[in-house]
């Protein structure tokens, strides 16, 4: 127990060193974890400051030539406290809740921010993060571009009966994933006009009959084909049953970026959204 | 050299090798730190000198790198000790934990742990909803062990060839059940899932070093005690309860000793592959079968192994880093079947 006491000073003691220390060090060092934070970060102007990102991050081109610190959800402690950094900033699901603790231990500053993919969350993600680099003004300049975009998109839909949308994970001949409620490209497809037949069924990804798939008759496919370049023919080709559906008939089926989605909701889903848009509602545009 | 005087040169030489290997790992790293300084540290914490070893070092290997190392210790040696003791105690060579299903129940418990413990443990207090997954997998493994010897248990005594069977079919069972939590489990848990069963003593906390060391070391003491008995079996049960052992009895608690190790390990560290499997056979082919010295050495060498093994998944992809489970059988399968392959040609 004494040497647990001991421990636990040295321990608080080294914290306000290293806190002291940071504060000394000019550019502050960022480490982030999360794709979605990475490419607001970068936006925000302050991609420079990035010392080190988890696996996933992968926009903007930049990002490649960082250091990699692994997945997200398995960072290691040690690693982080290499790359010396003066602030760890990453999504809920960082962790693990280990390493997370070793850390808060070892004195690094760490902002958390919600991963929850809503128009809402996007403003929050990008507004705290802008506070946490001291660029607010940037950070509303932001917000107000990609909040400009949703009513663009809104406007482009306009009273226009709303079409029936999935979003496939193109998985190469086997049953295709289908995105429920809760993710990403579900806000996405409300985002641009339209509506998701399976979010009222079940949330997060789950793979989907090809009978199911024709009972929905989707008016639009979205896919992400994982960064292949998979055409709309290709992906019929894999899935048959396509060819079935409304969707398939008037060949609206559109790619997507798998990087648009991978972490959750961000700068460039206005943009998004409205060219979604404008394939959902043909007529207008 | 004769057959004791290898044993004995061995043990010493692996009594040697393990502290070693430990310094080194506490060493070993993203951020390096030379062996002078650990070892200024440790004599300074007990007292004898003065350092002035920077804070940030001290942080390092006080609060992630000592602890880490000694846990690694714990599992490795209980793993590698669980396999030489299940080895002896099935008389099969390829006989080790999973095989009679313990680390798929305890896979089964802590995926349980994992994808519902957020609904089924709500009301709990948050201390044992924060160690649900070692509690749960550590009941799986409990439960699994049970039920497969109480399968292969009659009137007449243990029958080792039933629970090898009964361990194949509960192995598909939990394979099963895994399967299941697998579909219902959305984006997120699914990683943590998969990452579980990979392995990985990253999250060592001295918390969790004294608990495992609480359970596992005396455990680790007491499966040493059975090498003679052990020995005795090997001639076949009727033989060794002519010797004058009990041999039931004896069996029964070399099984719950074993679920024992094998399931604290496998709850704080997930699944680490082949060491339970490899490293007897390791010393084997240095001194022998006798399992006076191959238990004890056995947990030796799994304990350093381990270390090792860590120590590449520290710093093969540095800053980040690969799960343990990965490198142990990256290890261990290329060994194991250079090991089928020459005695294949024995036999031919």
Known sequence: MKAFKRLSTIIIATLFAMAAQAKEISTPRIISAGSGVTEIIYALGAGDQIVAVDSISAYPEDVKSLPRLGYLKQLSAEGILAMQPSILIGTEDMGPPTTMEQLKSAGVNIATLPLKSDAESIQHRILSLAKILDKEQEGKQLWQSVSDSFAEARNIAGEQKKPTVLFMLAMGGRTPYVAGNNTAANSLIELAGGINPTASQFASYKPLSNEALLQLAPDVVLYSDQGKGTTPQQLIDMQPVLQQTPAGKSGRMIAIEPNMLLGGLGPRTGELAVELAKAFFPAKS | ?348
Not at chain 2, 101 to 119: E, H, N, Q
Not at chain 2, 125 to 137: K, T
Not at chain 2, 156 to 184: D, E, F, K, P, Q
Request: glycine share 10%; aromatic share 4%; proline share 4%.
């Open chain 2, 1 to 348: 050299m004769n057959r004791s005087r290898k044993s004995t040169t061995l043990l010493v030489g692996l009594g040697i090798l393990l502290p070693l290997t430990m310094i080194f790992s506490v060493g070993t790293g993203p951020i390096s730190i030379p062996s002078g300084d650990i070892i200024s540290l440790l004599l300074e914490r007990l007292g004898l000198i003065h350092s002035d070893i920077p804070e940030h070092t001290r942080l390092i290997v006080e609060s992630i790198r000592l602890p880490r190392t000694l846990l690694g210790v714990l599992v490795g040696s209980s793993l590698a000790i669980g396999g030489a003791a299940m080895q002896g105690l099935f008389r099969n060579p390829l006989a080790d934990p999973s095989i009679i299903g313990v680390a798929s129940g305890a896979a089964l418990g802590a995926a349980i742990a994992i994808v519902l413990g957020g609904v089924l443990l709500s009301d709990f207090p948050v201390l044992i909803q924060n160690y649900s997954v070692s509690l749960l997998a550590f009941a799986g493994s409990c439960l699994t062990t049970f039920v497969v010897y109480k399968m292969g248990t009659t009137s007449n005594g243990t029958s080792v060839a039933t629970m090898l069977l009964a361990g194949v079919a509960i192995t598909a069972l939990a394979g099963a059940g895994l399967g299941i939590l697998t579909y219902i489990s959305d984006d997120s848990t699914l990683r943590n899932l998969t990452f579980w069963q990979m392995g990985s003593i990253a999250g060592a906390t001295w918390n969790s070093v004294l608990i495992c060391l609480s359970l596992l070391a005396p455990v680790v003491l007491l499966l040493c005690r059975y090498g003679s008995i052990l020995n005795a079996m090997l001639l076949g049960e009727s033989e060794a309860r002519h010797l004058g052992i009990n041999v039931q009895s004896a069996k029964l608690t070399l099984i719950v000793l074993t679920a024992l190790v094998v399931g604290v390990s496998v709850s704080v560290a997930g699944i680490i592959g082949f060491v339970g499997l490899v490293v007897p056979h390791l010393i084997r082919m240095m001194v022998g079968p006798d399992h006076k010295i191959l238990l004890p050495a056995s947990a030796m060498l799994g304990g350093t192994l381990l270390l090792l093994a860590d120590m590449v998944a520290r710093v093969i992809v540095s800053p980040a880093e690969l799960p343990i489970g990965i490198v142990t059988a990256l290890m261990g399968a290329p060994f194991f079947i250079s090991l089928l392959w020459q005695q294949r040609k024995r036999i031919a």
